[in-house]
């Protein structure tokens, strides 16, 4: 990620609580980057699309950006009463991700804040089609706020996978770390490195290769797994000179162990990668994926592969 010196936040400007703001803000002030506040909305019945458009349509539409715009300056001026450099700007566009996945090309914002769906108080917050899709698609890191706080001295769990070379490139655990590291540098927090393996594919190999003789231990097949596993985390982690109290190897599935992890550090945020699964590089978010952040305790920090171009197109329509 380059250095970050423009930081966007979405908006939903059908709930009073912007916990995605004050995230960003809060980021944006550390950093001493500019701030830009951002609302995509669109409306099929004053779009003029379903009939012929007319004047009083677009003066409607104007009208309604006008509204969006007036909010979002009520919520930039006390960010800007406290030393933040904050601009706004209210668009009409959809499908949702696609406008911001837009604006943020046009913006060249280096990193995006978005709340994740807000349920009632006794429920979890759960991620909307809009976040997959943007995990899909956003160029820039994705940062998904939960509606919790930070922590006064933040903890940020570099979650990477470096056993999976044909999952993804090996360069993704990199910028997973840099990442993290560079984000934790300004905000004055820790890093912690996390990986998971599942010892039961080593044992599946064993058996299912008939040059492997079945009566091996499976302890020992386990082990050699496990040390494997290690060999190339211990690499990485040492490269990026993590502290060894901060380094978590664990025997088990992500879905169920990053989740644990997150809650036992008290994270703050979990850095992860969009995984590459097929040979037109196309991003896939696949089940395993989905139930870890679903699960996850804290906000989520995405990043893309550097070789990630989005596959949004731009503007296809007439704007108001």
């Known amino acids: 990620m380059k250095e970050i010196n423009k930081i966007l936040a979405v908006v939903d400007p059908t709930v009073e609580d912007q916990p995605a703001v004050r995230r960003a803000a809060w980021l944006a002030k550390q950093s001493k980057a500019e701030l830009e506040l951002l609302v995509c909305y669109y409306n099929e019945y004053l779009s003029g699309d379903r009939l012929f458009d007319s004047p009083s349509l677009e003066k409607a539409r104007d009208e309604v950006i006008a509204n969006h715009e007036k909010h979002l300056e009520t919520l930039a001026e006390p960010l800007r009463g406290d030393g933040v450099v904050v601009k706004t700007s209210a668009i009409w566009d959809h499908p949702l991700y696609e406008g911001i996945v837009r604006h943020v090309v046009e913006s060249g914002a280096n990193i995006v804040f978005k709340d994740t769906h807000h349920h009632s108080a006794l429920t979890r ?50 910028e997973i770390m840099h990442v993290a590291k ?19 594919v080593a044992v599946a190999t064993a058996t299912a290769n008939a040059y492997i003789p079945v009566s091996l231990p499976f302890d020992e097949i386990e082990q050699q797994m496990h040390e494997d596993h290690e060999k190339r985390f211990v690499e990485i982690t040492d490269f990026h000179k993590i502290a060894k109290d901060n380094v978590h190897l664990v025997a088990g599935l992500t879905h169920e162990e990053l989740p644990a992890k997150a809650n036992e550090l008290d994270a703050d945020v979990v850095v992860m990668g969009a995984v ?8 896939f978010i696949g089940s395993t994926a989905e139930r870890t952040l679903e699960d996850l305790p804290c906000d989520m920090l995405i990043i893309k592969p550097d070789w990630f171009e989005t596959p949004v197109g731009s503007l296809t329509h007439e704007a108001a």
């Not at 089609?129 to 698609?137: E, F, Q, S, V």
């Not at 560079?182 to 039961?200: N, T």
């Open 276 to 283: 590459a699964r097929d040979r037109l590089k196309r991003l």
């Open 182 to 200: 560079d984000v934790a540098e300004k905000v004055g927090g820790v890093v912690h490195a996390f990986h998971a393996y599942d010892p039961r």
């Open 125 to 174: 917050a759960l991620l909307t089609n809009t976040d997959w899709n943007l995990i899909r698609t956003c160029p820039a890191p994705l940062w998904l706020v939960k509606p919790r706080d930070i922590g006064e001295t933040p903890v940020f769990v570099a979650a990477i996978d470096p056993m999976h070379q044909h999952d993804k490139p090996a360069a993704l655990d990199d």
